[in-house]
DNA sequence: TTTTGATTTAATCAAACGATTAAAAAATAT
DNA sequence: ATATTTTTTAATCGTTTGATTAAATCAAAA
């Protein structure tokens, strides 16, 4: 049997421009031919390998999502980390990662609007089920009446909010201040050391 | 000639459900029978209205846009207001704008990343040459020292992340929350006055 | 009533697209 | 060298989909 390696190898080139392709255009944009062409190799071998578009896309979305949270349970998980210092690993680890995959949270975003049962399903998001300490110390801190009396979920929300959307509207932040990719990703760095500090600065003043 | 109020209604009609499934699906995985079925009317009328799925989409995309930039450029241009008034001002009309329009934010991005020079020149937002005043007031608080000595950059994209963000996010957020429209909508109404604390935060102990 | 325009019905076209197949060719292993 | 597996080529099928057409129906205006 030929070339276990090889086997692998393009099975792996193949997924890789789908994940392109897909992550660029969307499912429905996304023409199988586009993936051929993409990956080098021709139509036919893409049913080859995957049965369907439908299944090359579900192995991709998996993929992907599992490496859009990957990383971040770990950190969010910890019981010995205090909160500012889960904060400050969340927003590095988050930023850096984007930085390498920019398409990463639309294609995300995108997937869960068109089907969101689906979504909830095929993604282990669930399943996880190490209690989340973090939740529980941000929880904690309200209690103690050391942040403002708001809901907690406005922290979360506004992590996450400081942390992606840039990377979502960054076409449109490119364009208003005719940045080069390079000049945006050093921005998007300053946001590794700002990021904690608004939060902090939410906690207290807020 | 009949009924010329009949003829801008269904007119209107289709539009206003084309615009529906466009939000929803976005423009390639959107038939033209669809945006029949949801407009009540048939397929051959869309073509008889409209030439093209390609000229409906353009008509719903510069509309969308217009919507969506309307009414923010009059306040951030305003000479006579401060700028913590224009912050409470901008973020209460957009949130409340979002309520109303939760697709919005998700189709603008998605229009601009699909074809981003289209995007820009179809849309007027470089026309409109009405001098940003906030940004001015931001640049001179950068000046004067009265702010971290950050790049005032932050302060935009912090505003617009905190905003529209949880529009973007909003499947994921009540899905996690097992929030209703109604609670995930009382969530974000709660920003409207925690927004402008959070920001005025940042441009102190930030 | 007649006329005119709006809307439906139904059928059809052509192109795009996902998928499949068989056979040839190339690459690799034995 | 032979056998086996991988990849290409080329053709084709069936379906979907955007678009168009002609004729029928309906509503309202004149």
Known sequence: MATEETQQSTEEKIKEAARKVFTRKGFAATRTRDIAEESGYNLAL???????????FEIVMFENIQHFVKGVLDIVTNET??????IEHLVQHYIEMLIANPGLPMFVLNTVQSDPEQFFKNTGINSENRPLHMVKQIRQMAEDGKMPPINPVHIYVNMMSLIL?????APMIKHKGSMSDEQFNALMRERIILIPRWIKAMLQNG
């Open 46 to 56: 893409i049913n080859y390998y995957f049965r369907s578009k439908e299944k090359l």
């Open 81 to 86: 980390t205090e909160l500012e210092s889960k």
């Open 165 to 169: 959307f840039p990377f979502l509207g």
